[in-house]
Structures are given as C-alpha cells and as structure tokens.
C-alpha cells in the first residue's frame, strides 16, 4: 500500500482540486451546506451498499465520494471563519484520544464491552445528558433501535443472557396475538412495534446487525423475485395471469441459483 508519504500528497490534491473547483465551477460555487445533505446522506447508502456487496473496487470509490464531502463541508466552512479541514481533523483526533484513555492515559481495561462503557461514560462527563442524545432523529427507526439498544446496554442497562430477550420476543408476540384477536389497530400497532424493537434486541444478542440481515434478504428476495419475473417473460405470460403453484416453481427454482 502507499506510503504515509504518498497519502498525504494524494490528500493535498483533492484539497487543492476542492480550492480551485469552488473558486471557478458555477455548480460548486452555489453549493452549501444545506444543499449538500441530501446528496451526503445518498453517498453514504450507495457505500453501504457496496460493502454488502462486498465490492472493494466500489467502496474505494464510494469512500472518496464521501472524502470529497468532507473536504468540501470544510471549505464551506472556512469562507466564514467557521472551521476548516483542520479543526476537523483535530477535533477527531481530540475525541479519540479522550474517549481511549485505555490507549493515551492510565486506565486499564479487559475487553471490548470495558471500552463501549468507558466511551459512553465519557461522553456524560463530556457534557451529554443522556447516553441516547447521540442518537440522530433522522436515523431509519430499525438503525435507530439497534442504536438505542447499543448505547444503553454500554452503561450497563442491559439484559444478561440471550435467552431473557429470546423470552422476552415470545411475550411481545403473544402480546402482539391478543390485540390481533382484540382488532384495536392503534394498540395493534404499538405491540407491532415492541416485537420489532425486541427482535432487534435479540439480534444485537446474537452479534447480527438487523439492518444489515433484512438488507440481505431484501436483496435475496429481489434476485428470486426478478427471476420468476424473467421466466414468465419467457413464456410471454404476465404475473398475474399465473397460478401461485406456476409461480412456486420458478421460486424453488431462483432458491437454487
């Protein structure tokens, strides 16, 4: 790989490339802050698309996407005197070191659940009020479960072995069947959605990401279904003009591919 001194030249050129196209480009001149979000938060799915694709060439190239978002941020920045690529850099590198003191002070740790405590632990002492303000409100609310659940078991507030949680999706389901029987769709909905939180739970228990696991079979679901799709345009019949048991055998087909 290239060497410290290579990377910092390579850093040095977007850098400047991010100068000169915001001096002299009608398009990156307007940009702002506010205009750059959406396109940030788009990035940031195509990347995670790619690393569940398990394409190196195209998280590379997502990876600088993402680079070139940060540097451009940070130029938007600097023409008010706000910050720059600097204090970006710096205010990382502050953070990391002030939440590892097991690496850069004198604290001593067994494993990886001591550092997730100690981390959450100093953002209190950071000031933060409550272990889940660094939760953003715009997260998908499956990424904001795993999130919650995450930070909360980091000070402690957590169940003890898989098996309580894997008792506690039974309860939430059978909670679940009785508003299901009872027809009252806003209570309905609220059981609806502990299963969905205790399933998450449960997932972070058997060290799965759900959203990675659901993105996984939406992705198997729609090879299979894309499949089904071609071979009734083989056949030049529509969808719907199949019976499910036609339909079947092109899915026990698709299952084998």
Same mark, same amino acid.
């Given at each position: 790989?290239?060497?410290?001194?290579?990377?910092?030249?390579?850093?040095?050129?977007?850098?400047?490339?991010?100068?000169?196209?915001?001096? *002299?480009?009608?398009?990156?001149?307007?940009?702002?802050?506010?205009?750059?979000?959406?396109?940030?938060?788009?990035?940031?799915?195509?990347?995670? +698309?790619?690393?569940?694709?398990?394409?190196?060439?195209?998280?590379?190239?997502?990876?600088?996407?993402?680079?070139?978002?940060?540097?451009?941020?940070?130029?938007?920045?600097?023409?008010?005197?706000?910050?720059? !690529?600097?204090?970006?850099?710096?205010?990382?590198? +502050?953070?990391?070191?002030?939440?590892?003191?097991?690496?850069? @002070? +004198?604290?001593?740790?067994?494993?990886?659940?001591?550092?997730?405590?100690?981390?959450?632990?100093?953002?209190? @002492?950071?000031?933060?009020?409550?272990?889940?303000?660094?939760?953003?409100?715009?997260?998908?609310?499956?990424?904001?479960?795993?999130?919650? *659940?995450?930070?909360?078991? @980091?000070?402690?507030?957590?169940?003890?072995?898989?098996?309580?949680?894997?008792?506690?999706?039974?309860?939430?389901?059978?909670?679940? *069947?009785?508003?299901?029987?009872? @027809?009252?769709?806003?209570?309905?909905?609220?059981?609806?959605?502990?299963?969905?939180?205790?399933?998450?739970?449960?997932?972070?228990?058997?060290?799965?990401?759900?959203?990675?696991?659901?993105?996984?079979?939406?992705?198997?679901? !729609?090879?299979?279904? *894309? %499949?089904?799709?071609?071979?009734?345009?083989?056949?030049?019949?529509?969808?719907?003009?199949?019976?499910? +048991?036609?339909?079947?055998? %092109?899915?026990?087909?698709?299952?084998?591919?």
């Amino acid at each position: 790989m290239n060497k410290r001194e290579i990377q910092l030249k390579a850093f040095d050129r977007l850098l400047t490339i991010m100068d000169e196209l915001r001096e *002299q480009c009608p398009w990156d001149k307007k940009q702002t802050l506010q205009t750059l979000r959406h396109l940030t938060i788009e990035e940031t799915y195509e990347l995670g +698309d790619a690393i569940l694709d398990n394409d190196l060439n195209e998280v590379k190239n997502e990876l600088g996407d993402l680079l070139l978002h940060i540097v451009f941020y940070s130029r938007i920045g600097s023409e008010t005197n706000s910050f720059d !690529i600097a204090d970006v850099a710096n205010s990382i590198c +502050d953070k990391l070191i002030n939440r590892h003191p097991h690496i850069y @002070g +004198d604290v001593a740790v067994t494993g990886e659940e001591d550092v997730k405590r100690n981390w959450e632990n100093i953002k209190l @002492g950071e000031g933060k009020k409550s272990v889940l303000e660094g939760v953003p409100n715009s997260l998908p609310a499956l990424v904001k479960a795993n999130r919650i *659940q995450e930070k909360v078991a @980091g000070v402690g507030f957590d169940w003890e072995r898989p098996e309580q949680v894997f008792e506690k999706v039974k309860e939430e389901l059978s909670e679940l *069947q009785e508003e299901i029987n009872l @027809g009252n769709r806003d209570k309905l909905e609220a059981e609806f959605g502990d299963v969905l939180f205790s399933i998450v739970n449960y997932a972070r228990f058997l060290d799965i990401n759900p959203e990675s696991a659901l993105e996984r079979t939406n992705k198997k679901f !729609i090879k299979r279904f *894309q %499949y089904l799709e071609s071979k009734a345009k083989e056949q030049r019949k529509k969808l719907k003009e199949m019976s499910l +048991d036609e339909m079947d055998v %092109y899915w026990e087909e698709a299952k084998k591919i």
